[in-house]
């Protein structure tokens, strides 16, 4: 099987290639330059019409979306371990990742992008700082989702979980939250950067933890 992920260093991207490393799946990493609007390409709009990373082309194929390429990857992946074998344990692993994609997600999106949801100056200052409070109390429950990792959010395995938290974390700092405030989620996510897996996908990706300038 031929992959190839579209990815933007430290953005969402990061949950499929970390996956792709737990794996050990070959694939080849395209680097898109979310910065220099490289996703609005028209060649990159072929891919994904929303104009966005992640994007796993599977044999030529664009699938779009991460719990999409979750799926996926579970499915073409057992000897993985992904996610839990246990249904119930299953379900409720892909209830978090999907809390993930669809609430401090789109909020985070809101303190990148502030310009897509205001006029005026003020009005992108206002969505600002509503989308970076609301996002720190979402850090607030991941830190709770996290008590219990023993030592990653699975288990012994990292998994997509690992990754999509360490990002979250990891964007707070770039709506003035200081990772510190969160003392055992910024633990955590420094365990999970020593992990191999991730450790290969941060070099790839020239990233770090260290994004609050406070
Ligand atoms: N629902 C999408 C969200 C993807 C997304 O938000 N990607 C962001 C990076 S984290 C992006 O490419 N943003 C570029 C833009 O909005 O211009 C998914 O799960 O894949």
Redesign the pocket.
């Known amino acids: 099987m031929n992959l190839q992920l579209y990815f933007?260093p430290g953005?969402?991207?990061f949950v499929p290639h970390v996956a792709l490393e737990v794996a050990k799946a070959p694939f080849e990493p395209k680097l898109?330059k979310?910065h220099k609007?490289e996703?609005?390409a028209p060649e990159y709009l072929a891919l994904n019409p929303?104009?966005?990373?992640?994007v796993l082309v599977i044999d030529g194929k664009p699938l779009?979306?991460?719990?999409a390429?979750v799926g996926f990857m579970v499915r073409e992946f057992p000897q993985a371990g992904l996610l839990p074998a246990d249904p119930w344990a299953r379900a409720q692993a892909v209830s978090q990742l999907s809390w993930m994609?669809?609430t401090p997600?789109?909020t985070?999106?809101r303190f990148?992008?502030p310009e897509?949801y205001a006029e005026s100056e003020g009005g992108r200052a206002e969505v600002k700082k509503r989308a970076a409070e609301e996002f720190r109390g979402y850090l607030e429950r991941v830190q709770g989702m996290i008590a219990g990792a023993a030592p990653y959010w699975l288990g012994e395995r990292i998994s997509f979980h690992d990754a999509y938290a360490f990002?979250l974390l990891r964007w707070g700092g770039f709506a003035g939250i200081d990772p510190r405030a969160f003392p055992a989620y910024k633990a955590y996510a420094e365990r999970v950067m020593q992990a191999p897996p991730v450790a290969a996908a941060l070099a790839r990706e020239r990233i770090s933890l260290d994004t609050y300038k406070g």
């Not at 779009?64 to 719990?67: G, R």
């Open positions: 933007s953005a969402c991207s898109v979310l609007k996703q609005f929303s104009g966005q990373v992640p779009t979306q991460i719990m390429i994609n669809t997600h789109p985070a999106t990148f992008y897509r990002t």
